[in-house]
T-cell receptor, first 114, second 114 residues
């Protein structure tokens, strides 16, 4: 299993540009989440999904859109990038089916908005 | 409102020392308290977790101590090694929620010097 994969690893955008951060998991997990990590701020939940076709907002959803058309994929869209969105973005997946209570994180995408 | 307060922000210990990282929570309904470990350039990974019906849990050199009445829990690393140098996050989860609904502390950067 590859686990949780994220692309790209690094990205530089100009203010106002749009882009999609990709996230995929091959563990058949029903739950997927997006976090942003900023220095001194810990991990903050942006959006999450409890299954294909179902998404909801987390703590810091403004400026981001998500969709979940398949169990495997959970892309995060920035419609009009702003410097405040400069951060490291992590995707995570989890499942209760195995009795575990663990979130598996991807390797992250480092985004810089100029 | 920060629901999980973590301290210290950074910690430097010598090899063999016992670093202690503390977390305090406000919501008495939280029922699951994991610790995640993150190495530079990587995503966080579950290290150890505890539920409030026990006061201590050990896994190898890592121990969680839990004080329900004080609403505090802490991570102890016995015989710390340079390879333990990482950022550690505590987290808490409400009852009935999935792991995708964790509230994270702001993290502690641990450096273990030889």
């Amino acid at each position: 299993n590859a686990g949780v994969t994220q692309t790209p690893k690094f990205q530089v955008l100009k203010t106002g540009q749009s882009m999609t951060l990709q996230c995929a998991q091959d563990m058949n997990h029903e739950y997927m989440s997006w976090y942003r990590q900023d220095p001194g701020m810990g991990l903050r939940l942006i959006h999450y999904s409890v299954g294909a076709g179902i998404t909801d907002q987390g703590e810091v959803p403004n400026g981001y859109n998500v969709s979940r058309s398949t169990t495997e994929d959970f892309p995060l869209r920035l419609l009009s990038a702003a410097p405040s969105q400069t951060s490291v973005y992590f995707c995570a997946s989890s499942s209760t089916a195995t009795g575990e209570d663990t979130q598996y994180f991807g390797p992250g995408t480092r985004l810089t908005v100029l | 409102q920060q629901q999980v307060k973590q301290s210290p922000q950074s910690l430097i210990v010598q090899k063999g020392g016992i670093p202690i990282i503390n977390c305090a929570y406000e919501n008495t309904a939280f029922d699951y308290f994991p610790w995640y470990q993150q190495f530079p350039g990587k995503g966080p990974a579950l290290l150890i977790a505890i539920r409030p019906d026990v006061s201590e849990k050990k896994e190898g050199r890592f121990t969680i101590s839990f004080n329900k009445s004080a609403k505090q829990f802490s991570l102890h690393i016995m015989d710390s090694q340079p390879g333990d140098s990482a950022t550690y996050f505590c987290a808490a989860r409400p009852p009935g929620a999935g792991s995708y609904q964790l509230t994270f502390g702001k993290g502690t950067k641990l450096s273990v010097i030889p």
